[in-house]
């Protein structure tokens, strides 16, 4: 499959511009095209009505593994502007991309607007990468809107001050998100921060909020965790006494339930959304309030109200 998509990658690519020289529109508007759901949601809240936005991942889709379709490569060739979140979180996926910037200026990696001595290094060795999962911090993941500011005014340069408004708007909200996420992980004591997860996805989440985290498995799922891993792993929840530990949306759940069920303790019954977000209109109440978990927002709010009820002394779904 992957095979397929590089051949036709290639051949587009020789073809030139969208392979007629025009800029490709849906519905009377400039196609842009994204990867992960994360960078989606963002691309759809900044660029508002002006844009057509097409997303290649879903929900629950794991960007380490994704295999694009030829159909794909086409989409991103039409597309008047591409944004994908960088630092190998899409995979092999990054060096076509890479390739279509070359030709076809308008292809921006979101993760390019945050400073790089505000990225982590991987927990383990990741093809000399930082740690891709910058969403993990809202705060931090603010720091992209810029970014898809600026390309879509280079798309549209008439919208460019409605780009600009709905981004400093959507910036705002991530701000209060942060907010609101550090009083919410107030109610759990500094000694029982400790995160267990499918994979190494939450250390920025972990910065950001006082968390000592583990994974089962490394920073990228293409790793395959270990019986030598998981024993440790085992041991470490013991040692520290952890209650709860938490399967992902996008990682198959067996492994960390195994875990789970050797430990002795917990596997949460809710999933957290790690490198995928919910399926949009998935609304919930929890707490007296409403969130779509298929947005950045809705999501970040489930995941934190999962930690902090699945950690705090006495916790539970209220």
């Known amino acids: 499959m992957w095979s397929g998509f590089a051949v036709a990658m290639a051949a587009l690519l020789v073809a030139g511009c969208n392979r007629s020289g025009r800029l490709v529109e849906r519905d009377g508007k400039p196609l842009v095209v994204t990867t992960v759901t994360m960078v989606t949601d963002m691309v759809r809240e900044v660029g508002g009505e002006r844009v057509h936005v097409e997303g290649l991942m879903g929900a629950g ?34 060096e076509s991309l890479e390739r279509l910037s070359l030709r076809k200026p308008q292809v921006w990696a979101v993760s390019s607007g945050v400073p790089p001595d505000r990225l982590l290094a991987p927990q383990e060795e990741y093809e000399g990468h930082h740690d891709p999962h910058l969403w993990g911090d809202p ?39 942060d907010e609101w996420a550090r009083a919410r992980v107030a109610e759990i004591p500094e000694g029982k921060r400790v995160l267990v997860t499918s ?21 990228s799922t293409v790793s395959e965790a270990g019986f030598k891993d998981r024993a440790q792993l085992v041991k470490f929840i013991r040692e520290r006494g952890i209650r709860t530990i938490f399967p992902e949306s996008s990682v198959n759940p067996k492994a960390i339930a195994a875990v789970a069920e050797e430990a002795g303790v917990e596997a949460s019954a809710e999933h957290l959304f790690s490198d995928a977000m919910g399926t949009p209109g998935d609304v919930v109440e929890r707490r007296g309030e409403s969130y779509d978990r298929g947005t950045y927002i809705g999501m970040v709010k489930h995941n934190i109200n999962t930690v902090v009820d699945g950690l705090k002394p006495g916790g539970g779904t209220p």
């Open 139 to 177: 705060a931090l993941w603010a720091e992209t809107v810029g970014v898809v500011v600026e390309g879509l005014s280079r798309i549209d340069p008439e919208g460019r001050s409605g780009f600009e408004a709905r981004g400093e708007a959507y910036r705002k909200k991530l701000l209060a998100l």
């Open 199 to 219: 994979h190494d996805a939450f250390f920025y989440f972990g910065r950001a909020y006082g968390f000592e985290v583990r994974g089962l498995q490394g920073v």
């Open 61 to 94: 889709v794991d960007p380490h593994t994704f295999k694009p379709r030829i159909s794909d490569a086409r989409l991103l060739e039409d597309a008047a502007a591409v944004f994908y979140c960088g630092l190998h979180l899409e995979g092999k996926m990054q």
